[in-house]
């Protein structure tokens, strides 16, 4: 159960949507968490902030749904690697996979917190102004994340065994 260990450890450790590091590990499961972090992040940051501004939730919803739109053939993959990497943590038997992937959500979970903190750390003004970024920042080049994070996804497409 290495990789477990390294794939979450690794989405615990995302500093953020906005800036977590572009270095690939070579681990599969490490560099797959970076890209899954990337992919879980924008959905974070949405509803984070709409959450906290309602008043945004609409554009925040439509922009998410663009984005997604716009990557779906590259979100698709790395869900059927994390899929993959999940299967194989469980070598075949249904309690650990279903356990593999609780524990996976619980990391995440504390990823959305970790965010959440983040981003209030600056005051309410700075993080209205953050949130009030996050159509614009769905729609930037750095969400195309197969290529901002194009290390990872050569170790990804590498193979699970790599």
């Known amino acids: 159960m290495k990789n477990l260990a390294t794939f979450l450890l690794t989405v615990a450790l995302c500093n953020s949507a906005f800036a977590q590091?572009?270095?690939?590990s070579g681990d599969y499961a490490m560099d797959l968490?970076?890209?899954?972090?990337?992919?879980?992040?924008a959905k974070f940051l949405g509803e984070i902030c709409s959450d906290a501004f309602p008043e945004q939730a609409l554009a925040n919803a439509t922009a998410y749904k663009q984005w997604r739109e716009k990557y779906l053939p590259f979100l698709q993959e790395v869900d059927r690697h994390f899929s993959?990497?999940?299967?194989?943590?469980?070598?075949?038997?249904p309690q650990k996979h279903v356990q593999f992937l609780a524990d996976s959500e619980k990391s995440f979970d504390g990823y959305r917190d970790a965010l959440r903190s983040q981003l209030m750390a600056?005051?309410?003004?700075?993080f209205k102004s953050q949130c009030e970024l996050f159509p614009t920042y769905?729609?930037?080049e750095r969400m195309n994340?197969?290529?901002?994070?194009a290390e990872q996804v050569a170790t990804m497409r590498a193979g699970l065994g790599k």
């Open 21 to 24: 590091s572009t270095n690939s």
């Open 33 to 41: 968490g970076q890209v899954q972090g990337g992919t879980r992040g």
């Open 84 to 93: 993959a990497l999940a299967y194989r943590e469980a070598n075949g038997d």
């Open 122 to 126: 600056d005051g309410e003004k700075a």
């Open 138 to 140: 769905l729609d930037s």
């Open 145 to 149: 994340l197969e290529k901002y994070y």
